[in-house]
């Protein structure tokens, strides 16, 4: 179903509705449910696959990465299939939103870069499929998973523009969403500059 005017009301349900799914918190349900208790009590008290795997649970921390990522798709997919692509961008960035200030943790959330990939996915999935490599090939490189997913999310926009179009909603989407990742990357990037940022596989608490 496609919409060339979406109402307000229906921006509004998007958002709204793309918020709660993006604020269910995936890392702190799997933790509780395996009886491994709050995961904000574990490193450094992020919610996200990452911070999970700190546990020595790698089955929980792959949940709390599909769970993340599948949430941020759900939000965009439904939206767009009822609303239109507009819509399916507003459910998107507020999924975003949600993962990383969600109400049901006093808004403290994650830096939603499983969330970023799984909108992205849904929205423009051959731009999802090039951010994604872009990731792969600068940890390989650097071995810094936060600079990976910087990078990433610095060139998703330009990814959508050459393979989906320039202005598209997406786009403008993949514009904010990188804006929300460097924002909530800011402690990361201070750490990349000041050669401090602990690389994959260091063991470093920080995340």
């Known amino acids: 179903m496609i919409h060339t005017h979406v109402s307000t009301v229906a921006l509004i349900l998007s958002a709204v509705g793309g918020y709660l799914l993006g604020s269910i918190p995936t890392g702190v349900i799997a ?6 208790g709050d995961i904000r009590a574990v490193g450094s008290g992020n919610i996200g696959a990452t911070n999970v795997l700190r546990t020595g ?3 929980l921390a792959l949940a709390t ?5 599948l949430k941020g798709a759900l939000a965009a ?5 009822i609303f239109g692509p507009v819509a399916a961008a507003v459910a998107g960035g507020a999924a975003l939103i949600g993962h990383a200030f969600p109400v049901w943790l006093r808004f403290r959330g994650g830096k939603a870069v499983a969330t970023f990939f799984g909108v992205l996915l849904a929205v423009a999935w051959p731009a999802g499929l090039a951010a ?3 990731w792969i090939v600068v ?9 990976a997913a910087l990078v990433a999310a610095a060139l998703a926009p330009i990814y959508i523009g050459l ?3 320039w202005g598209i909603p997406s ?6 969403m990188a804006v929300l990742i460097f924002v909530r990357h800011g402690e990361n990037i201070e750490r990349l500059i000041e050669g401090k940022e602990a690389r994959i596989g260091a063991g470093d608490k920080r995340a």
């Open 31 to 36: 933790m509780r449910l395996a009886g491994m």
């Open 57 to 59: 649970r790698r089955d």
């Open 65 to 69: 990465l599909l769970g993340d990522a």
């Open 77 to 81: 997919l439904i939206a767009g299939a």
């Open 132 to 134: 994604g490599a872009t």
């Open 139 to 147: 940890a390989a490189a650097f071995r810094y998973s936060s600079l």
């Open 163 to 165: 393979l989906r179009g």
């Open 171 to 176: 786009f403008w989407l993949a514009i904010g």
